[in-house]
Nanobody
Framework: VQLQASGGGSVQAGGSLRLSCAASGRTLSRDTMGWFRQAPGKEREFVAAIFRSGGHTYYADAVKGRFTISRNNAENTVYLQMNSLKPEDTAIYYC???????????????????WGQGTQVTVSS
């Protein structure tokens, strides 16, 4: 199973980026998908998650209203649309998948089974 995250880059504050996470070797439609991020010197933190049906999404308070997670099960891909980016959003962003996650587990990175390699997002002021 391989998750390939892409779409990171450098933008100015207020800009937008769209991250993608494509899977091979596994059908993502079975899994809850999450995005996490890790800034230098900090622990990995939850950003957003979407249940396998795509009907339920959850966000960290820090990104609520600015980021949108979505999925295209036919393309085996998950997206993270990031708008109104702030310098504090600078981090390496990781996608992850987890089969059979329950709501209370989605913010815990240890509950996810498969991880992408990460993509760097840098936001300058």
């Amino acid at each position: 199973v391989q998750l390939q995250a892409s779409g990171g880059g450098s933008v100015q504050a207020g800009g937008s980026l769209r991250l993608s996470c494509a899977a091979s070797g596994r059908t993502l439609s079975r899994d809850t998908m999450g995005w996490f991020r890790q800034a230098p010197g900090k622990e990995r933190e939850f950003v957003a998650a979407i249940f396998r049906s795509g009907g339920h999404t959850y966000y960290a308070d820090a990104v609520k209203g600015r980021f949108t997670i979505s999925r295209n099960n036919a393309e085996n891909t998950v997206y993270l649309q990031m708008n109104s980016l702030k310098p504090e959003d600078t981090a390496i962003y990781y996608c992850a998948s987890g089969p059979s996650l329950i709501l209370s587990s989605i913010r815990n990175p240890n509950q996810y089974t498969y991880w992408g390699q990460g993509t760097q997002v840098t936001v300058s002021s």
